[in-house]
């Protein structure tokens, strides 16, 4: 093999984990990794530190989607003292999704 397509063969490889969360969207295990961090704020604390098995959650899933998303930077915010979310971000989409899961089981 040519040796630049052997490197661009190798460089695609390695930039396969970063494309395929791109593609994979805002997905429920994105969204509990995202739960279950204490790195969303300064204050150490994860969401599942104050809502476990989705406690506090349960009514939830009746709101709509941007009553939802509020709410969540409310608690990134207040209760984590992060920067909040853009209401169209991935990150955003997979917390909702993921709290909605949450709210249904
Ligand atoms: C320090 C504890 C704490 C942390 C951390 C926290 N929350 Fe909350 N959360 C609360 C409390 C208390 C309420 C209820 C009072 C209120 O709405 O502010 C609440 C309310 C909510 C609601 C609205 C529930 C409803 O339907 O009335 C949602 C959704 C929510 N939290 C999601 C999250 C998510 C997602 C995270 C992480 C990004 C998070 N919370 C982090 C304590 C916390």
């Not at 739960?35 to 150490?44: D, H, R, W, Y």
């Not at 349960?58 to 209760?79: H, L, W």
């Amino acid at each position: 093999m040519h040796k630049g397509m052997f490197l661009l063969t190798i460089l695609f490889f390695l930039a396969l984990p970063s494309l395929t969360v791109a593609v994979e969207g805002p997905t429920l295990e994105l969204g509990k990794t995202l739960f279950e961090s204490n790195e969303l704020g300064t204050a150490e604390r994860s969401c599942n530190n104050c809502h476990p098995d989705g406690k506090g959650l349960d009514k939830t899933g009746q709101s709509d989607d941007a009553t939802i998303k509020e709410r969540i930077n409310r608690c990134i915010r207040n209760a984590q003292g992060g920067e909040v979310l853009d209401a169209g971000s991935q990150e955003m989409e997979a917390l909702l999704n993921y709290v909605r899961f949450l709210s249904e089981s």
